[in-house]
Every structure is written in C-alpha cells, then in structure tokens.
C-alpha cells in the first residue's frame, strides 16, 4: 500500500468516525440565535437577548456529547488523533481566531467612528453583514478543509450570503430586522436538517461495536 493509499484511507476513517451529524445541531442552536435574538430584543433589550441562548448552546452541547458517548461510539469507535491531525487542528484553530481578532479589531473601529463621528455608515451599509459572511465562510471552509466534510463548505457558503440577502429584504421592505430572522432562521432548519439526517443514517446502518482507531 502507496503513502497516498494510507492518506486516503486515513482521511475516510477520520471522517467516518466523526462526521455524525449532531455538531451540525449544535451549529443550527448558535445560528438560530441570529433568527431568534433580534425578535426578542424587543422586549428583552440587545443584551440579554443573546445572553439568553448560553444555556441553550451548553445543553446542546451536553446533548450532543451524551448521545455521542452513549449511541455513536459503541458503534463507529473513537479516535486518537495523531500528530499530523493535531497539527491541522491546530492551524485551524490558530486561523480562526486570527480573523475573528480582525473581524472584532475592524467592528471595534467602525463602532469608535461612528461614535466620534469620523465615519458614517447610514443604513445603507453592508459592512456588517458583509464582514459576518467573510468570517462565517472562512470558519467553515477551514473546518471543511480538515474534516473532509464536503457539507460544512455548502454551509458555509449558504450561511455567507444569508446576512446579504436578509439585507436586501430589509431594504426593500420585504422583511424587518434586516431580514435575519427569515435568512438565518432558514439556513439554521437547513443545518438542523442535514446533521440528523447523517445521524439517522449512521445509527441506522452501524451495529454496535468496540472499535478505536489512532489517525
């Protein structure tokens, strides 16, 4: 067996044993937030209408590590990930907090500007919208990339131009709160939908078994 037939077969069982579909939930919980918060924010103020959801994202998360434990290893096994994986993993992860410190540095600008009145976005502006895509497709195209998870690069893509076009909505008087509650409320269902449908399938066609693998 070739160098490249032990990476493909190391790429398949890597993503065999973790593509399950339930982080897809856990990602549709923290992208519902920007369906639900902005209709709370009525009543709830912009604060505690995003504070609300850490709860919801910490019993997801729970959620989603019991059933894992209980339901998805005995029959896919785990995995130790070896030193190449744990490098990747930590790329990713040093990118990824790379373009959020940019994404937080440039928001923090934009908001001092308009404070002080150096720059005035008006309600015309698509930079935040259009910088929340960037960041979001960055995210998942990394987590695509080193997965081996062709889905995350769709939603990634879907989750991009959803805050664009809940823009275009709300100029054109066609949805209120920029359109986000239709746009990500949409692409949250989508998500919530593609990870249990990969779940369903894999507890459907996995037996129970004892099965550890190191990639």
């Known amino acids: ?21 339930l982080w897809d939930v856990v990602i549709a919980t923290f992208f519902a937030m920007f369906a639900i918060a902005p209709l709370l924010s009525e009543t709830m103020g912009d604060f505690w209408s995003v504070l609300v959801f850490l709860p919801i994202w910490l019993a997801a998360y ?13 029959r ?13 993993l930590r790329r990713l992860s040093l990118g990824l907090l790379v373009v959020n410190a940019v994404a937080a540095i440039l928001g923090a600008l934009a908001y001092i500007g308009v404070e002080m009145d150096w720059l005035s976005l008006g309600d015309g502006s698509i930079g935040y919208p259009l910088g929340l895509g960037i960041v979001v ?10 997965t081996g998870i ?29 359109g986000y509650p239709i746009v990500f409320g949409i692409a949250a269902a989508i998500v919530f939908i593609g990870g249990m449908v990969r779940f369903v399938t894999l507890v459907r066609s996995h037996r129970p078994q004892q099965n550890h693998a190191t990639v």
Request: net charge positive; glycine share 8%.
């Open 1 to 21: 067996m070739t160098d490249r037939d032990l990476k493909t077969l190391e790429r398949r069982t890597f993503r065999a044993v973790i593509d399950d579909g």
């Open 137 to 146: 497709l960055v995210g998942f195209s990394g987590a695509a990339l080193v």
């Open 76 to 88: 896919i096994g785990t995995v130790r990930f070896g030193t190449e994986r744990r490098e990747q």
């Open 62 to 74: 729970l959620v989603v590590r019991v059933i894992r434990r209980t339901i998805v290893e005995p």
């Open 150 to 178: 062709p889905r995350y690069y769709a939603y990634g893509l879907m989750l991009a131009v959803a805050p664009l076009v809940g823009e275009w909505q709300w100029r054109n008087n066609l949805a209120s709160h920029h």
